[in-house]
């Protein structure tokens, strides 16, 4: 059973979830707090808070969640993303924990990449990097519609990309998603170009990303312990780490370098 969360608080998300209702027959639910329509395979879920603050999510009891939101993104880029939960770095600004990660759900976030990547919207389609609660271990993901407030309230786009997630879910539930490999990402920036690519071109399916601005802090320390926690807590657990090597420094080549042979993980430049 996958379930979908969306907050009353989101249009985007609530749009997105109005249209997956709508268009394929869910059974209104009575009597939950927070499980509201449902078919044979996939529950619905409403919830009042922000989705990073879910922390309760867990109680659904699903197999996999996948949370329809809104994106922010400070230079209004209009975009279409997917991305695991988690934070690298000691600090928790939007929910979850510092330094933990949630269960990341490779397979099923490649297929909603895949079918992001075919909505016919001029906008970017892309991973990010892991970031923001809730803290979950059931597998989850977030897919999410926005940039400028014109995006994010579009209702005709909203139902495009709705029905894009709803066939990735479908299609991961009938066992129809192929994959080359289970990785996790290391480098590059919040939207990682390459590592999304590697996705689409080759099938990759990326569990948990970190960009480089997370791998050290101000004070020289480094946040790569955290890596073991996405080995962990992922499922499928990812075969190795692809280094986005050029975007790394000299100090992150070193101690990610390092921190990879201390766990025994293959890494892949690109």
């Given amino acids: 059973m996958i379930g979908i969360v969306y907050s009353t608080r989101d249009p985007a998300g609530s749009n997105m979830a109005h249209r997956i209702i709508s268009a394929n027959g ?20 409403e919830i009042e808070v922000p989705s990073y603050a879910a922390e309760f999510a867990d109680g659904f009891i699903c197999d996999a969640l996948v949370f329809l939101s809104r994106h922010k993104s400070e230079a209004e880029v209009d975009a279409f993303t997917t991305h695991s939960l988690g934070n690298w770095r000691p600090s928790a600004d939007f929910g979850g924990k510092p330094k933990q990660l949630s269960f990341a759900s490779p397979v099923l976030m490649l297929s909603a990449l895949r079918a992001l990547s075919k909505v016919s919207e001029n906008v970017e389609k892309t991973y990010e990097a892991t970031h923001h609660g809730p803290l979950l ?18 209702k005709a786009t909203a139902e495009r990309l709705a029905d894009a997630v709803f066939s990735a879910i479908t299609s991961t539930q009938s066992g129809g998603v192929e994959f080359s490999k289970t990785v996790i990402g290391i480098g590059s920036n919040h939207y990682p170009e390459k590592f ?15 960009p480089k601005y997370a791998i ?3 004070d ?23 280094l986005d090597w050029k975007s790394l420094n000299s100090v992150m080549k070193e101690q990610t370098i390092k921190k990879l042979n201390e766990i025994g993980l293959d890494n892949e430049k690109v």
């Fill in 26 to 45: 869910f059974k209104q639910v009575e009597g939950h707090r927070y499980l509201k329509y449902e078919d044979s395979s996939i529950r619905m879920y």
């Fill in 196 to 210: 999304s690519r590697l996705a689409l071109e080759k099938g990759y399916a990326f569990s948990h990303i970190m």
């Fill in 220 to 242: 020289g320390s480094n946040n790569l312990d955290v890596v073991e926690q996405a080995v962990e807590r992922s499922s499928p657990k990812p075969e190795a780490v692809v």
């Fill in 216 to 218: 050290l802090n101000d």
């Fill in 137 to 154: 271990n059931t597998p989850s993901l977030f897919v999410e519609i926005g940039g400028s407030e014109k995006m994010v309230e579009n």
